[in-house]
């Protein structure tokens, strides 16, 4: 709808980009320069962050920075040199900055596979040999109820504090902004292919027995049952077990009658590039990049609604690095740095500022809805709401069954 | 080590004796499972008596043996479809291998190690990558699928993918050099004198027994094949038996039922418990190739034990399993006559 | 001698048109099916090395976009699959050595040798195989992070490598043994009748024959190292092997380079036996020349 236009418009923009087109990112390079976002010479001297006052953090008085800081994200989740995917430009200012050298690991493909490999260090009071890692807001709070991770100091991370937009601060699992510190953000909605659905937009899509054996569902359980939740009316930030439960019962339902073909992590994305599946509950993100192959492809925020979820950066118990991981937390919060990896992550943008830097680089970018939401769609889309432990038991539980597993 | 191709009962051998010869080749294997595999699964297995949750902490009471038939109860279905599952993937093994096994063994000469290793090299290749690989082949409107329904042979909703027959297939791809490996190791290593004698001692055509055994053969793999695909048994015994009395009476020797097939029956036995083994365990190809309706055993212990921290289920559910197979495994040594393969003695 | 080679276990019956019919299909056949199940088995590389010279213009490697050699150009190039590739390398291959080793003892012990406690030693290897991977990646992690403090077995490439000797193991003695059992001892006896003694019977005598069946296990080993995820991924703390850079991949769509890689490895494995074929062929006929049968 709204939000129907611009998308188009980014679309047009991520072909250029992501198509490693050398013109596209020639274009990025002189914005870079022009704009004065960012050092050109990786070299020695400390560049970049001249622009906004707060950003040099002054470590005298403080632990020197580590010789290196092990750093766990999310595959294709930072900014990506497009003719040297070993290049990572944000990474390079770091290390030119404070001599730290990153190393950096794509290591985290799913919240709960990336949690059992860290587990058992943790329950045994042990370093789990990273000291920054990126994780889903709900496994977030699940460490905070754990104990697993360290606070920040908020002294060491000025940019941070000023800059974390109002939305993400203050959940309830975090009040104080100690633990959590927002990479990315990103919607869930509705995925699909153009030409062969027409135009969806309501959330009933996900019951229709057109799309039977075509049609994928996420096994992220916040973001399928949030859908049946909307579906029934109720809310996703405050609802009862009871109604988790008639919403575990209707998407049920979906999968008795067959309609469900599987429930998949990112992988339905290149079903749907594929044509093996025409619908899907999808994430912003991964629809836009997949536009390059298939353009027919669409991503709706249901008008009755949508999740919204944020990954965070956090410093497990016991990190070896502590201060250093504050101090990639304080850099990545510099506006400037921000936009740096923005620009290329095109996820949603959880610091103020941004979108400022961001349009001396690429105006379509920093004025697209689904980077920088409009107060209209953040209405639309709402956080699933914190959950004890019982809770999450007995909604892993049901969930598990659904899925058949 | 000395002792190694002593003979019972010859001089060297009782000279040797006194060393605790095999103990010393046992040892290296002995020490390294019982510390990185027994003394873990032993205290894994202590965690299925346990009660508690992540936050509050576990605690260890025998009186959660209940935790068990719970397990099974909840669970019967994803049970039973690993057994069916891995059952049929391993008789399409077999069925695929061991005449594989044989041409390569027996008729390839000097190519053989190369054919051999033709069947091995494409799963040096990630099996990810593969089942991807086939993921593209076999998409609903893909290069297989594809023209058959333009042409229309198959009606357009038809798909492969994200059905049981897309997981005993991926299941049957993936484990196939376990069973072509162990029946060919087996069958090559056959002395051809010993062929040559029974060829010699039964030289007569074979057809009426070769028919007979060949039908039955045939006629009850495939029934069991089509009983665990729902599809018509009667048919598919028909098929099967016809096929088989093919085959016995056009390809099977008299030499080859007595003296071939009882010789590779050590390989046969491994191969079948190289597929079936890690099949029944098996979750990659149901999370890859199924759907809802299609998840093993082992989605469910890998969802206990990574989405919902149920460490207790997880452990007793892996244990159920593996003692399951473990009594599979030795009824189905009996059932073979296999066991004396074990006491060493091979023919 | 020679003429036998022809169709020995088939029926051979006398001639008639059918007859001659049934022995074509029969000395044709098998090798008609060989390679119709090779194909088989190759089909799926021959889709990744097509692949591999795609041109897609997202991560997306699943529509034809066009043929390009950059990526065999530069194979490398994208982060972290270098490492990931040589530290899959250097497990797949020291794993192998170790596993094939103590399991080829393992066989011999148990094939050769009555003992007690020879059911439980059965039992042994049997277990591990009948374990699901991810209680043993579950369990071994729990062992690696409690034992002693600081950690004995710090996660690194040496706990990557002691997890996979030790599911190994178990797959090595299963091989191993299909081919000592049976084994015609009488060639033994006949070495040590004409004097050799039982080490110079083994390596002459015993080892030869059984020397398929090990490197039989050894393929095996390799292939199930080098491929293994979830045991792996339990084990690895903050190493990458190939096979887990290919699961973090896949989420988003696997980089052509991937497909080049597999490319790369496939025909490299298959040139390097090819090659050695063709030698073992040359000195055989150099060594003896009416070993050319069929």
């Known amino acids: ?120 260090p943790l329950d045994a009071g042990q370093d789990t040999g990273w000291d920054l890692i990126v994780l889903t807001d709900w496994m977030a709070a699940r460490l905070v109820r754990l104990g697993w991770l360290e606070k920040m100091d908020l002294g060491d991370v000025p940019n941070y ?102 429930f998949t992590g990112n992988e339905y994305a290149e079903s749907l590039v594929s044509g093996d599946v025409v619908v899907s509950m999808a994430w912003s993100g991964d629809i836009i990049q997949k536009q390059a192959d298939k353009e027919t492809l669409r991503f709706h925020i249901p008008d009755e609604g949508g999740n919204l979820w944020y990954d965070n950066m956090l410093i497990p118990k016991g990190a070896k690095n502590k201060y250093t991981a504050e101090l990639m937390i304080d850099f990545v919060y510099d506006p400037a740095i921000a936009a740096q990896i923005e620009a290329w992550v095109n996820y949603i943008c959880p610091v103020k500022g941004a979108k400022d830097e961001l349009a001396k680089i690429d105006t379509d970018l920093a004025n697209s809805p689904l980077i920088f939401p409009t107060a209209d769609m953040y209405a639309k889309v709402t956080g699933f709401r914190s959950v004890t432990e019982e809770e999450e038991q007995h909604m892993n539980d049901a969930f598990s069954t659904l899925i058949g597993a | 080590m000395s002792g190694l191709g002593a003979p019972v009962g010859s001089v060297t051998a009782r000279s040797v004796r006194r060393l605790p010869v095999p103990l010393l080749l046992l040892l290296p294997g002995v020490l390294w499972l019982a510390i990185f595999y027994v003394y873990p699964a032993f205290q894994m297995f202590l965690s299925s008596f346990w009660t508690g949750s992540l936050e509050k902490g576990f605690s260890f009471s025998l009186d959660n043996w209940t935790t068990y038939p719970e397990a099974i109860g909840r669970y019967q279905e994803q049970f039973a479809r690993s057994i069916l599952y891995a059952v049929a993937a391993t008789i399409l093994t077999f069925l695929v291998s061991y005449p594989l096994a044989w041409t390569i063994a027996f008729k390839a000469g000097r190519w053989k190690n190369l054919l051999i290793f033709l069947v091995i090299a494409p799963f040096f290749t990630s099996f990810l990558l593969r089942t991807v690989s086939w993921r593209i082949i076999l998409g609903d409107d893909g290069i297989a699928l594809g023209p058959l329904k333009d042409i229309g042979l198959l009606p357009p909703e038809f798909r492969v993918l994200a059905t049981p027959i897309a997981v005993i297939s991926g299941i049957t791809y993936n484990f196939l050099p376990f069973m072509t ?11 051809f004198r010993l062929i040559e004698a029974a060829r010699d001692l039964y030289a007569g055509p074979w057809r009426r027994p070769g028919a ?99 460490y207790p289920t997880a452990a007793a559910l892996s244990f159920i399993m593996m003692a399951g197979i473990l009594i599979a495994v030795i009824v189905y040594a009996r059932a073979l006559g296999t066991e004396q393969l074990t006491a060493g003695r091979g023919l | 001698m020679a003429a036998v080679t022809g169709s020995l276990e088939l029926a051979g019956p006398p001639a008639s048109i059918a007859v001659r019919g049934s022995r074509w299909i029969g000395r044709n056949l098998p090798f008609v099916y060989v390679g119709l199940v090779i194909v088989y088995l190759v089909i799926p590389v021959a889709v990744i090395a097509m692949f591999s010279f795609n041109d897609p213009v997202s991560r997306s490697n699943l529509v034809w976009h066009g043929f390009t050699l ?35 003892l393992m066989a011999l012990a148990l094939v050769r040798y009555d003992f007690r406690g020879k059911g439980a030693a059965n039992l042994l290897i049997f277990i591990p195989m009948a374990t699901p991977e991810i209680v043993l990646g579950a369990s071994l992690l729990t062992l690696y992070v409690q034992v002693g403090k600081p950690p004995l077995f710090p996660l690194n490439e040496l706990t990557i490598l002691i997890a996979h000797i030790m599911f190994n193991i178990s797959y090595v003695v299963v091989t191993v043994r299909a081919r000592l059992a049976g084994f015609d001892r009488n060639l033994e006896e006949a070495a040590m009748d004409l004097g050799a003694n039982p080490w110079t019977t083994f390596w002459k005598v015993t080892f030869p024959l059984i020397l398929p069946g090990i490197m039989a296990a050894g393929l095996l080993a390799f292939s199930l190292s080098i491929d293994d995820f979830v045991i792996t991924n339990f084990t690895a703390g903050r190493t990458v092997t190939f096979p887990m850079y290919i699961w973090g991949a896949a989420r988003i769509g696997i980089p ?21 074929t063709v030698v073992q062929r040359r000195q055989a006929s150099r060594d003896f020349p009416r070993a050319r049968t069929a």
């Not at chain 1, 699909?192 to 049609?215: C, I, P, Q």
């Open chain 3, 256 to 276: 052509v380079q991937v497909n080049v890689i597999g490319t790369i490895i496939f025909v490299a494995a298959v040139g390097l036996v090819a090659l050695s």
């Open chain 2, 181 to 191: 490996l162990p029946i060919y190791v087996a069958l090559e290593k056959i002395d």
């Open chain 2, 212 to 310: 007979v055994i060949g039908a039955v053969v045939g006629g009850s793999l495939l029934a069991v094949l089509a009983w665990i695909f729902e599809m018509p048994i009667i048919a598919l015994l028909v098929i099967g038996a016809v096929a088989g009395a093919l085959i016995g009476a056009t390809l099977i020797s008299e030499a080859f039922v007595r003296v071939t097939l009882p010789l590779s029956m050590p390989g046969v036995f491994a191969g079948s418990l190289l597929v079936l083994i890690p099949a029944i365990g098996d979750y990659v190809n149901a999370a890859l190739l199924g759907n809802p309706s299609t998840t093993m055993i082992g989605n469910v212990i890998q969802s206990r034990y990574l989405t919902n921290a149920d």
């Open chain 1, 161 to 262: 504090v000023k800059n974390l937009e109002d939305g993400f601060k203050a959940p309830d699992w975090d009040p104080t902004n100690e633990y959590h510190a927002p990479w990315q953000a990103g919607m869930t909605g509705l995925g699909f292919d153009k030409k062969v659905t027409g135009d969806l937009t309501s959330v009933n899509e996900f019951w229709n027995a057109k799309w039977k054996g075509r049609m994928t569902y996420l096994t992220e359980m916040r973001d399928t049952v949030g859908f049946a939740l909307i579906k029934l009316g109720f809310s996703r930030q405050d609802f009862t077990i009871d109604q988790f439960d008639q919403a575990i019962a209707e998407l049920q339902k979906a999968v008795d009658a067959k309609l469900v073909r599987a």
């Open chain 3, 70 to 104: 950059k990526y065999w150009l530069n194979p490398l190039g994208v982060p972290g699959l270098g490492d990931a590739l040589a530290v899959s390398l250097r497990i797949a291959f020291a794993s192998t050595i170790v596993a094939t080793i103590i399991g080829t």
């Open chain 1, 1 to 120: 709808m709204a939000d129907q236009t611009p998308l188009d418009r980014i679309i047009t923009r991520r072909q250029v980009l992501i198509g490693g087109s050398l013109a596209g990112f020639a274009a990025f390079l002189a914005a870079c320069g022009t704009g004065g976002v960012a050092s050109q010479a990786p070299t020695g001297t400390p560049p970049t962050t001249e622009p906004t006052e707060a950003a040099s953090v002054a470590p005298t008085t403080k632990p020197t920075p580590a010789a290196e800081l092990n750093f766990a994200n999310w595959p294709l989740y930072i900014d990506t040199d497009d003719n040297d995917p070993t290049k990572h430009k944000t990474l390079e200012d770091f290390t030119a900055k404070y001599g730290t050298k990153v190393n950096y690991s794509e290591a985290v493909n799913d919240n709960d596979e990336f949690f059992g490999t860290i587990k058992a």
